[in-house]
């Protein structure tokens, strides 16, 4: 089970951290990432962490704003997002993740967090 928190309302430019917290399965062998959906547009993988959490992949619209993290102990997953802007508006999923041209989904999935950037 994956469950995402920390989305809410900030306005351009600010930042948001959010939290992916992990369980029932053997969460230190799975590369993890954040993908986002906004409305009426599909689905799109935003970043992905190997398990080691020594490697990170980033989606060319975040890249040098969005940071991914993970802590094996705690089984807990971050994504620290700054300068935000109004684009990056979407619901932001947690999921476990593949990286080959471009960053995919596995099968396991959180229920999503809300992230809003608007004045």
């Known amino acids: 089970q994956l469950v995402e928190s920390g989305g809410g309302l900030v306005q351009p430019g600010g930042s948001l951290r959010l939290s992916c917290a992990a369980s029932?399965?053997?969460?230190?062998?799975?590369?993890i990432g954040w993908f986002r959906q906004a409305p009426g547009k599909g689905r799109e993988g935003v970043s992905c962490i190997n398990f080691r959490g020594d490697s990170a992949f980033y989606a060319d619209p975040v890249k040098g704003r969005f940071t991914i993290s993970r802590d094996n102990v705690k089984k807990m997953v971050y994504l620290q997002m700054n300068s935000l802007k109004p684009e990056d508006t979407a619901v932001y999923y947690c999921?476990?993740?593949?990286?080959?041209?471009?960053?995919?989904?596995?099968?396991?999935w959180g229920q999503g967090t809300q992230v809003t950037v608007s004045s």
């Open positions: 999921a476990t993740c593949t990286v080959v041209d471009g960053i995919w989904p596995g099968d396991r």
């Open positions: 029932g399965f053997t969460f230190e062998d799975f590369s």
